[in-house]
């Protein structure tokens, strides 16, 4: 993993793929799969719907800190399946082969196998609607990873795959921030 531009890190989730999310007390860690997240502005700001449902929430509220992991469609089954069982009885790190690597400004975990990371603080929790609000401290790119497409959840059990990338930067060039 390479450093990423902290101002570039929305582009990472902005087209709202699946994402891992990886927390961790000291004691234990574990990694949850999310498809219910969103990018706040063009800044290093996302939010991500989760609640007492999972086993890694009361985690995360503790510790005000988390990694969102980006994999890419090769990760697709494995993400599924990371999903599909709890921290509670299961350390998803060995049994799905994910490979934890020590971050720069969070104790959570990188995934070695994701194509980015995103290390991110707790900033604000909206309890009636289970939203978290993260705000991104740093962030890393596998700009050697062969596969960067994602996939993104449909709702009902399927998944769209990123397809070809069209470039439209030139029409954009005066509606975005400097810098991006």
């Given amino acids: 993993m390479q450093e990423l531009p902290l101002e570039r890190a929305f582009m990472l989730i902005e087209p709202g793929p699946v994402v891992l999310v990886t927390v961790a007390d000291g004691r234990k860690r574990n990694v949850m799969t999310i498809s219910w997240h969103m990018v706040l502005d063009f800044t290093p700001r996302f939010a991500l719907k989760t609640g007492d449902w999972n086993w890694s929430f009361s985690m995360l509220m503790k510790t005000r800190e988390c990694v969102l992991a980006i994999p ?6 494995k993400v599924v399946e990371v999903g599909s069982c709890s921290g509670a009885d299961t350390d998803k790190f060995a049994r ?10 969070v104790k959570a975990p990188l995934i070695a196998e994701c194509l980015a990371n995103i290390e991110c603080r707790v900033v604000d929790y909206v309890e ?40 439209h930067r030139k029409i954009m060039e005066a509606k975005l921030p400097p810098g991006v």
């Fill in 128 to 167: 009636a609607h289970g939203i978290v609000v993260l705000d991104g401290v740093q962030a890393w790119i596998d700009a050697e990873r062969k596969e960067r497409r994602m996939f993104h959840a449909v709702g009902d059990g399927t998944f769209v795959v990123d397809g070809r990338t069209i470039d």
């Fill in 72 to 77: 890419a469609v090769d990760l697709s089954r």
């Fill in 96 to 105: 799905f082969g994910l490979t934890p690597v020590k971050g720069k400004s």
